[in-house]
C-alpha cells in the first residue's frame, strides 16, 4: 500500500492507475507498448484444459532495448498456454518485466500501482538473490533469474495471484 500512496504523491491527488499519461510512465521507464490505449482481449482458449489462457504484458526496464511483435509469437508457440501482448490492456492477468536490474524498483512499483490485480513477475540476468527483496519490496509477486525453461516461465505465468 505505502507504493501506491508514493506514486499517488509522485503524481498528484486524484489519479487512479489508468490514468496515468503516457509520458509520466515513459518518464519511469515503462516502455513504449505502454503508450497504446487500453483493450480488450478475446478469451483465447487453453488448449490443454477447455479454460481462457492468461493474457500476459510483456515489458522491459529498458525501452530502447524494445520487445517485438515477433518475440511474443515466439513465446506465444513455446509456451500456447499463455497468451502474450506488448499493449496495455484492462484484461492482463500477469505482467513480465524482463531484464531487471538492481534499482528499478519504481518501474516495478508503478506497474503494480497500475495493475493491481495481476500476478507481477520480474526476471533479469545474474544472480537474483541480489535484487529479489527489492523487487518483492516494490509490489512484484515473483523474481527469478535470466534465463528460465520455458517450462517453468509458463507455470509461473499461469499461477493466480491469489495463490502466492
Not at 531484464?99 to 506497474?111: C, D, F, H, Q
Not at 497500475?114 to 537474483?128: F, H, I, K, S
Request: with cysteine.
Amino acid at each position: 500500500m505505502e507504493a501506491r500512496e508514493d506514486i499517488a504523491k509522485t503524481l498528484g491527488s486524484g489519479v487512479s492507475r489508468m490514468q496515468l499519461s503516457d509520458s509520466q510512465l515513459l518518464k519511469r521507464g515503462v516502455r513504449e507498448a505502454a503508450k497504446a490505449p487500453a483493450t480488450r482481449h478475446e478469451p483465447l482458449p487453453n488448449i490443454a484444459d477447455g479454460r481462457t489462457r492468461p493474457v500476459c504484458l510483456l515489458t522491459t526496464c529498458h525501452p530502447e532495448r524494445g520487445l517485438s511483435r515477433l518475440l511474443t509469437q515466439h513465446l506465444g508457440e513455446e509456451m500456447p498456454n499463455v497468451a502474450f501482448t506488448l499493449r496495455a490492456a484492462d484484461d492482463v492477468s500477469a505482467v513480465w518485466i524482463c531484464g531487471y536490474e538492481p534499482g528499478a524498483t519504481k518501474l516495478v512499483s508503478i506497474i503494480r500501482y497500475r495493475y493491481p490485480d495481476a500476478l507481477l513477475l520480474v526476471t533479469g540476468r545474474g544472480n537474483p538473490k541480489e535484487w529479489r527483496e527489492e523487487v518483492l519490496g516494490a509490489g512484484a509477486d515473483l523474481a527469478a533469474g535470466w534465463p528460465l525453461p520455458y517450462e517453468k516461465l509458463s507455470r509461473l505465468l499461469r499461477v493466480r495471484r491469489e495463490a502466492i
